[in-house]
Structures are given as C-alpha cells and as structure tokens.
C-alpha cells in the first residue's frame, strides 16, 4: 500500500471537520514521518468491507488544515476521492 493515513471518516461530506486525533492516524502520521502543512493534500484509507464481509478498505483524500481554537489538525475530505481498495486494484481508483 502507498504512504496513507488511517481514518475513520465522518462521511463523504464536504466541509466536515474530520480531526487527526484516532489512535491509529496518529500511528500512522508517526511512522510515515508526515509533516503536516496547511493546505497538504494526504491520502487517507478506511477499514471496510465488501457485502460477503471480504476485507476492501476504503480509499479517500482530503487537505489538511490547522484550527487555532482547539489546537489541532483535522481534514476536509474530497467527496469524489472515496472508491475501496478493489477498485484501485481493478485501475478505476
């Protein structure tokens, strides 16, 4: 798999505050190293699965950005960049 970050998702909204605080996103942004920058553009996965309850993680991008008031980094999610890792597989993701 390429360098991305787990997260949980709180949907394919636009506009939705999706915070870097779960453990496993701090895990990866720590092992990949990833230094966040305003306006970054990172690429996020999900665990999923198919309708026979087959492993297909969920592939997703986003731009980071910073808020001041709660002092931590969160992802505003590309609506259009969700497809599950069977598609990328297949060349449609």
Same mark, same amino acid.
């Given at each position: 798999?390429?360098? +991305?970050? $787990? ?6 909204? =636009? ?10 996103? +701090? ?8 230094? /966040?920058?305003?306006? /970054?553009?990172?690429? $996020? ?9 087959? =492993?297909?993680?969920? $592939? ?5 950005? $910073? ?9 505003? /999610?590309? =609506?259009?960049?969700?497809?599950? +890792?069977?598609?990328?597989? +297949?060349?449609?993701?």
């Amino acid at each position: 798999m390429d360098e +991305r970050i $787990f997260l949980s998702a709180a949907g394919h909204y =636009p506009n939705v505050k999706n915070y870097l605080t779960q453990i496993g996103t +701090r895990k990866d942004l720590e092992r990949t190293r990833l230094v /966040l920058k305003e306006g /970054l553009r990172v690429k $996020f996965y999900s665990d999923d699965a198919a309708d026979d309850g087959t =492993p297909d993680d969920l $592939f997703f991008e986003g731009t980071v950005h $910073f808020d001041a008031d709660k002092k931590s980094w969160y992802a505003l /999610l590309d =609506p259009d960049s969700f497809h599950h +890792r069977s598609e990328a597989l +297949r060349g449609k993701g």
